[in-house]
């Protein structure tokens, strides 16, 4: 599922990583925005109000959207360049880094509101930010661009134009292509909006607020440990047969 590229990369293991990190994006979406009222997995909308400020000459006001979406690029910058230095090293698994910095600020920002009352909402905004930006960059980067998880946008404009193409007659390997295209993205809009019904409930009804999120990294390092562990469970497999 993590390690996984190029050709060895199957559908299966995009619906795989598709299923877990879009529900774990899911999770932080909803938590994220009942907590502070911002949107923490993509930076879209805050793209438009950074420019409505900028527009009225509101500059200083403007520079919090401003940072918001640096911090997007901070992450998909440092998961890029993570991977990029240690992709030479074939013992390691270099998608296991980013991951793991995700975790830890999802389990760090939900630990300290508990101890402290959080008096800088935008700060929490930055760090979600940051892991969401991690986590689009290393599955883009283990999919070659096939999976994207933390937002929907594109992913229901892509859905709209596979669909329309299945009124056209093509052939049985374009038809096949196509209905797997579908899967996968039905795959991820289904696991975004389970995760967030879920991180909604955990957050309201079980009264976990930004507790939550620990949920959201426990599921994050469960997927990566059990990934790791049937790695090595085949490779050792084939070792005893030859």
């Given at each position: 599922?993590?390690?996984?590229?190029?050709?060895?990369?199957?559908?299966?293991?995009?619906?795989?990583?598709?299923?877990?990190?879009?529900?774990?994006?899911?999770?932080?979406?909803?938590?994220?925005?009942?907590?502070?009222?911002?949107?923490?997995?993509?930076v879209t909308g805050h793209f438009a109000l950074f420019i409505y400020d900028v527009a009225h000459f509101e500059f200083w006001k403007g520079t919090?959207?401003?940072?918001?979406?640096?911090?997007?690029?901070?992450?998909?910058?440092?998961?890029?360049?993570?991977?990029?230095?240690?992709?030479?090293?074939?013992?390691?698994?270099?998608?296991?880094?980013?991951?793991?910095?995700?975790?830890?600020?999802?389990?760090?920002?939900?630990?300290?509101?508990?101890?402290?009352?959080?008096?800088?909402?935008?700060?929490?905004?930055?760090?979600?930010?940051?892991?969401?930006?991690?986590?689009?960059?290393?599955?883009?980067?283990?999919?070659?661009?096939?999976?994207?998880?933390?937002?929907?946008?594109?992913?229901?404009?892509?859905?709209?134009?596979?669909?329309?193409?299945?009124?056209?007659?093509?052939?049985?390997?374009?038809?096949?292509?196509?209905?797997?295209?579908?899967?996968?993205?039905?795959?991820?809009?289904?696991?975004?909006?389970?995760?967030?019904?879920?991180?909604?409930?955990?957050?309201?009804?079980?009264?976990?607020?930004?507790?939550?999120?620990?949920?959201?990294?426990?599921?994050?390092?469960?997927?990566?440990?059990?990934?790791?562990?049937?790695?090595?469970?085949?490779?050792?497999?084939?070792?005893?047969?030859?």
């Amino acid at each position: 599922m993590f390690r996984h590229q190029g050709k060895s990369r199957t559908l299966k293991h995009n619906l795989q990583i598709a299923a877990v990190l879009s529900f774990v994006a899911g999770i932080v979406n909803v938590v994220g925005f009942l907590a502070i009222k911002q949107l923490t997995t993509n930076v879209t909308g805050h793209f438009a109000l950074f420019i409505y400020d900028v527009a009225h000459f509101e500059f200083w006001k403007g520079t919090i959207y401003f940072l918001y979406i640096f911090s997007f690029l901070a992450g998909s910058f440092s998961s890029s360049m993570l991977i990029e230095i240690f992709k030479e090293n074939r013992k390691l698994n270099v998608f296991v880094l980013p991951t793991i910095i995700e975790c830890l600020i999802l389990i760090t920002i939900a630990l300290i509101s508990n101890f402290i009352q959080f008096r800088y909402p935008n700060l929490i905004a930055c760090l979600l930010l940051f892991a969401m930006g991690l986590q689009n960059a290393y599955v883009t980067k283990i999919s070659n661009a096939t999976v994207r998880t933390t937002h929907l946008t594109g992913l229901f404009t892509d859905l709209g134009i596979d669909l329309s193409h299945l009124f056209f007659q093509k052939s049985e390997l374009q038809i096949k292509k196509l209905k797997s295209a579908i899967k996968l993205r039905i795959y991820i809009i289904s696991f975004f909006f389970g995760g967030g019904l879920i991180g909604g409930f955990l957050y309201s009804k079980l009264n976990m607020e930004l507790n939550a999120l620990i949920f959201a990294a426990a599921i994050l390092l469960i997927s990566l440990f059990y990934d790791e562990f049937r790695y090595k469970l085949i490779k050792t497999q084939r070792s005893h047969r030859y």
